[in-house]
């Protein structure tokens, strides 16, 4: 499309034009439209009657297409310039994205000479189920940190929910980059550690002697850095959707406090205080960074400790003054950070999880609403961190011994006191198993450009930028690959997904590089190869390399 | 007639006079009507109005002309309106054919008057046996023999859907695989592919909200997803055409199909007469104009649902010998009228040759309105026409002037000329054309050709290949062989087709076309291969290997390099 004329032409990728959260049934005659709406943002002011007239449509919408689609209503809309999505997380309760596709703007001139501004649109390089994604993970972080909308209006009314939608969704609401609704950014899956046999024993042994000690801890997660180690034994009840949103949660907490320990060694080094808490800080930001390269774009995972803080305000003023302090005490991510407040002051991060289905393979897809509302759990979440190894534990709010306990600074005390004196060995064990994950395979992860996710279990493995990036002293970044590709990955990604009887996939783009997703067992391989004079049979050679090694690790 | 139908077709000569026309001799010269349901717009003459026509067929079932008029009666609801305004042609029985002298009067002849019943027959199973194939995937496929031929006056009084009754709010109604509407940017609705347009007003007022909204905003709606369904909308100035589907075709295809029925209602109104109707009254109810078309909307609907040429954007040929095809090719210029624009031959949907002007190709969405037209009605069968046609690239301003003849059982001579008064000439050239092809022989090899299924895989001899789609991009023109086992059945050939639509889809992305497409299945291995030249899509058993896959396919285009020739038109005579 590229004119001789053309003097200049200005990529704008796409932008939010406005966000909204609403449900018809709370205002059912035209006096009252105004009560659908429970939340709502937009890149510029609004009026309210212009918000109204796009919640008339997005209903209008979702009505018309039930006529014809009435399990199923109205996914997304495709105009011209602009992408709608929708979801219903609970029924009737509809969050609603309107998006300004990117485009680009090009300046050229007519037959006449005149400059003239041609601007083209593009559709395909926002990908729906993508965003999707974003909208499904959005909700989910809300639901395990503030419970379903519906038990929030039930119990404390709608301007309560109003109030909590604010506040969990304004931070990022905005920050979404919506060309980045990639693979790498949208298969969240999560990974994993591969363990010895000697050390898988270790660690479980670990586990259960914590939970001897204290048996009011339902559950036990283990992490090194930010891998999974060990996630229960098999009867656990935490979904894995659950445990992602866990876990992004856990994530930028995880890497702030490595940060910080980090700015803490060096500041022991130079004795220039000031200077580097200054240091300190800014570190602390771009470590974050790193990570919202990852998940700021689709997962909220930088708004839920916000929101935390938000709700917990006492929380968050007491890790940031532990992190002025630098105490090497305060080893609690999440939980008090000084171990000689009053059990007052202690506020308990509250989750609502619910209860794993067992049977169901396709966990990752969103349970329905029923099961959201009658399989929620509440529970209390402490996550604790020595050196490279979190524990996560989960308190039942349910039992009694678990409610006084989580409010029970003795508690706090104790479990750190035991943690302090009780895990070196298992650090040490972890942490050969780790240096010895990454000699594995550092080769494969240098030559082949993939990714490989294990359905059942949610592991993920790449070698691809940013994947690779969050190993943190991985020693390269990971692999990169061009836009183009990273959208055609994406493309063969929800074929894969939305035919389930394929097996393979192979394509050959006009610009020659290959794209490959393989799947068997629930695992699915996806391999980049962007060599020019390749074949179809050397392609397959590459792939089938690679699948016996995912196998290898996998089995592991 | 109502005093909007005369203002409209008087004020139509103005409007095709004030056009530009391609060149003089192309210009279109007559007046429009709505064809071709008018084509025959001879007034029945037992009755006082064609409206009745049926009746008079039932009570005077042995009046000879009464078949001509019961045919008219089945693919034209009214045609009144063009009765009425212009001169009619009477016929009498056996051949006694007397023309109007007005240039607009349109002329058929009746072959066998007495063979009404079998017409019937015929038609009513062409009617019905559209939608079936379409329905696949659908529990509900009816086989031909299903479908009873009874007789009953209140049934066969006009051309009447399969699915013409069903209430829109129904949800046998919502549940049909694929919709299409057409309704006028006020809002009214012109077509429904299942249903009746008078009972869907109330969805159609909704589309038109819906794209006015976004109108409003300075943009388009394109295309919205709903669980299984895909709502793909195509905005032509006073027309919205829209496609409710759960096949799974792509939006580009489903937005493909929406042009050609655009085009197919061009063709019968030229883009002139369209924009000026609804210049002089937004309001206006098209069906009025288009009443009796709807047979060539529903066959073309259902074709584009199982016919790979639309997707392809390309036509088939009949396979035979580049001798056979010469000969044929070189008798039709021989004989060919004056004034002619193209000349053709076609069998089932496929061309069997093509003779046009030097500086005039003809360009495969029309050759597909060309097709449809001739397999929307079985007139065609019976009688001579002459019918006015517009072909929207051709140029979709002015009509041009079709004479429809079968000069076998199965093969259709067609020639097409600018000029509306050239009947007589196209009928001798037919009778030279049938004389000196029975000749020498070829009538009857061109027969048999026709009657061929098309060749089968088993011709081939290449290993593992199940069946292929080869569009030669230098011809325009693709070839497949006929759907044998595993995909003799009409559910298992619909599958297959969606594989087709699948691989097409994602090798034509606009943004990120490709040049391999590979993929395996539970049951098929699809290979989609582009290059410069050519575009293969090759389906193989699921165990087949990459190198057993690669060399077949190399076998596959090594034949079809030696067959070339008789593949495909190479090289048509040109004037």
Request: aromatic share 10%.
């Given at each position: ?44 002011t609004?009026?309210m009657?212009?918000k ?9 919408l979702?009505?018309?297409?039930r006529?014809?689609s ?48 041609v ?6 390089n ?6 999707k ?23 404390l ?7 909590k ?7 990022w609401?905005?920050e ?23 050390a898988?024993?270790k ?11 204290y048996k009011?801890?339902s ?28 876990l992004?949660h856990?994530?930028p ?18 004795k ?5 808490s200054?240091?300190?800080?800014t ?10 390269y990852?998940s700021?774009t ?7 400790p ?7 305000s006492?929380?968050?003023h ?9 105490t ?12 000689n407040v ?10 609502y999880l619910t209860k ?7 966990d990752?897809?969103?349970e329905t ?30 039992l ?34 780790y ?39 991985s ?23 939305k ?5 393979e996939?192979?394509?050959r ?22 060599k ?25 | 007639m ?5 203002e409209?077709?008087?004020d139509?000569n103005s ?20 064809r ?12 006082s ?20 008029d019961y045919l008219?009666?089945?693919?034209s ?8 305004s ?29 063979s ?21 995937g659908d ?14 006056d ?11 009754h ?18 006028s ?8 592919r ?7 007003s109330?969805?159609?007022g909704?589309?038109q ?48 199909q ?19 109707i ?5 309001n ?9 078309t ?8 259902s074709?584009?649902?199982d ?19 010469d ?16 000349a ?40 001579e ?58 009538l ?13 895989i088993a ?17 325009v ?13 009409p ?33 098929e291995?699809?290979?989609?291969w ?7 899509y090759?389906?193989?058993g ?11 396919s ?14 495909f ?7």
């Amino acid at each position: 499309m590229e004119t001789p004329s053309s003097y200049g032409s200005v990529a704008v990728p796409p932008s939010l034009n406005h966000f909204a959260i609403y449900n018809p049934t709370f205002g059912p005659t035209e006096e009252t439209q105004q009560d659908q709406l429970l939340y709502y943002v937009a890149k510029k002011t609004v009026p309210m009657d212009v918000k109204m007239r796009q919640i008339g449509l997005a209903q209008g919408l979702i009505n018309f297409t039930r006529a014809f689609s009435p399990i199923k209503a109205c996914e997304n809309v495709h105009t011209q310039k602009n992408r709608m999505v929708f979801h219903e997380p609970e029924k009737d309760y509809w969050i609603y994205v309107s998006i300004e596709l990117g485009h680009i703007k090009k300046l050229t001139k007519d037959k006449d000479g005149k400059p003239k501004t041609v601007v083209e649109y593009f559709d395909s390089n926002l990908h729906d189920s993508g965003i999707k994604r974003m909208l499904e993970m959005g909700y989910e972080m809300y639901r395990v940190f503030n419970g379903t909308f519906d038990s929030t209006v039930k119990t404390l009314g709608v301007k309560a929910l109003k109030i909590k939608l604010e506040e969990f969704f304004s931070n990022w609401v905005l920050e979404w980059e919506f060309d980045k609704t990639e693979l790498t950014k949208t298969i969240d899956g999560i990974f994993y550690l591969p363990l010895s046999n000697s050390a898988i024993s270790k660690v479980s042994s670990f586990v259960e002697q914590i939970q001897m000690e204290y048996k009011f801890i339902s559950e036990i997660i283990v992490l090194w850095q930010n891998k999974l180690v060990y996630n229960g034994d098999g009867n656990r009840s935490i979904s894995e959707n659950d445990l992602k949103c866990i876990l992004r949660h856990l994530d930028p907490l995880i890497s702030e406090k490595d940060a910080l320990e980090r700015g803490q060694e060096k500041k022991k080094k130079s004795k220039e205080a000031e200077k580097l808490s200054l240091k300190g800080f800014t570190r602390n930001f771009s470590g974050s960074n790193l990570f919202s390269y990852f998940s700021s774009t689709i997962s909220p995972s930088t708004s839920p400790p916000n929101n935390t803080y938000a709700s917990n305000s006492s929380n968050q003023h007491d890790t940031s003054h532990s992190s002025s302090n630098l105490t090497p005490s305060t080893n609690f991510l999440l939980g008090p950070s000084h171990l000689n407040v009053d059990d007052s002051d202690i506020k308990p991060l509250k989750v609502y999880l619910t209860k794993k289905v067992t049977g169901h393979l396709n966990d990752d897809i969103t349970e329905t609403d029923d099961e959201y509302e009658s399989n929620i759990e509440e529970y209390f979440l402490v996550a604790y961190k020595q050196n490279d190894l979190t524990l996560v534990f989960l308190i039942p709010n349910s039992l009694p011994e678990g409610y006084t306990k989580a409010y029970d600074k003795t508690f706090y005390k104790s479990i750190h006191e035991y943690l302090s004196s009780h895990s070196d060995d298992i650090i040490k064990i972890l942490n050969e198993d780790y240096e010895h994950s990454i000699k594995l395979g550092s080769d494969t992860d240098k030559e082949y450009r993939y990714v490989f996710f294990n359905k059942l279990n949610l592991a993920i493995k790449s070698s691809l930028y940013p994947f690779n990036a969050s190993n943190g002293t991985s020693s390269s970044k990971g692999l990169t690959i061009t836009g183009e590709m990273a959208h055609a990955l994406y493309d063969l990604h929800e074929d894969l997904e939305k035919y389930p009887h394929l097996t393979e996939i192979y394509t050959r783009s006009t610009t020659n590089f290959w794209i490959v997703g393989k799947r068997s067992n629930g695992r699915v391989l996806y391999v980049v190869v962007p060599k020019k004079e390749v074949s179809l049979m050397e392609v397959e050679d590459d792939v089938r390399k690679l699948s016996n090694l995912c196998d290898t690790i996998n089995s592991s | 007639m109502s005093p909007i139908m005369e203002e409209i077709l008087s004020d139509s000569n103005s409007i095709l006079t004030s056009d530009e026309p391609l060149s003089p001799t192309l210009q279109p010269q007559r007046r429009l009507k709505s064809r071709p349901t008018t084509q025959i717009s001879f007034d029945a003459y037992s009755s006082s109005s064609s409206g009745s026509s049926i009746k008079s067929f039932n009570t005077t079932p042995n009046k000879v002309d009464t078949g001509a008029d019961y045919l008219l009666g089945l693919i034209s609801k009214s045609n009144s309106n063009s009765a009425t305004s212009s001169e009619r042609t009477k016929i009498s029985p056996f051949h006694n054919v007397k023309i109007g002298k007005r240039p607009h009067s349109k002329i058929m002849l009746t072959k066998e008057a007495s063979s009404e019943e079998e017409e019937l027959a015929q038609q009513n199973i062409c009617i019905d046996s559209d939608v079936p194939l379409d329905n696949n995937g659908d529990d509900s496929i009816i086989s031909r023999n299903d479908i009873s031929v009874t007789l009953d006056d209140k049934e066969y009084s006009g051309y009447r859907r399969k699915y013409g009754h069903e209430d829109p709010q129904s949800i046998t109604w919502s549940r049909h695989r694929k919709h299409f509407f057409i309704l006028s940017s006020a809002g009214k609705p012109i077509y429904t592919r299942y249903g009746d347009e008078s009972r869907i007003s109330s969805y159609m007022g909704v589309i038109q909200a819906i794209v006015s909204f976004f109108a409003d905003a300075d943009d388009t709606i394109r295309c919205i997803n709903a669980g299984q369904h895909k709502l793909v909308f195509l905005l032509k100035g006073p027309l919205y055409l829209v496609a409710v589907s759960r096949t799974n075709e792509s939006e580009m295809q489903l937005r493909d199909q929406l042009s050609y029925l655009y085009n197919q209602i061009v063709s019968v109104l030229t883009t002139t007469q369209l924009t000026k109707i609804f210049e002089q009254r937004v309001n206006f109810d098209l069906r009025r104009l288009l009443g009796g078309t709807e047979p060539f909307l529903d066959n073309l609907a259902s074709t584009m649902s199982d016919e790979p040429g639309f997707m392809f954007s390309s036509i088939q040929c009949v396979r035979m010998s580049k001798d056979l095809r010469d000969k044929v090719g070189s008798i039709m210029q021989s004989i060919k009228p004056k004034d002619l624009l193209y000349a053709m031959l076609i069998t089932n949907n496929k061309l069997l040759t093509l003779l046009r002007p030097r500086k005039h190709s003809l360009h495969p969405a029309d050759l597909h309105l060309v097709f449809n037209m001739v397999n929307g009605s079985s007139t065609f069968r019976s009688v001579e026409s002459w019918t006015p046609i517009c072909l929207p690239k051709f140029n979709n301003k002015g009509f041009l002037h079709a004479y429809v003849c079968y000069i076998a059982s199965n093969v259709c001579l067609l020639f097409i000329s600018p000029d509306k008064d050239k009947f007589f000439e196209c009928s001798e050239a037919k009778n030279l054309l049938k004389e000196e092809l029975s000749a020498c022989n070829a009538l009857q090899e061109i027969e048999k050709a026709s009657q061929n299924e098309g060749y089968s895989i088993a011709d081939i001899g290449v290993p593992g290949l199940r069946h292929f789609i080869y569009k030669s991009r230098t011809h325009v023109q693709y070839t497949s062989p006929a759907f044998v086992a595993p995909y003799g059945d009409p559910r298992e050939k619909q599958k297959l087709y969606k594989l087709y639509c699948y691989t097409h889809d994602r090798m034509h992305s606009r943004l990120r076309p490709l040049k391999v497409h590979y993929y395996v299945s539970s049951t098929e291995t699809i290979l989609g291969w582009i290059t410069c030249s050519f575009e293969l899509y090759a389906v193989f058993g699921p165990l087949i290997s990459k190198s057993a896959l690669t060399s077949s396919s190399h076998t596959l285009l090594r034949w079809i390099k030696k067959e070339e020739e008789s593949l495909f038109i190479v090289s048509s005579p040109v004037f």
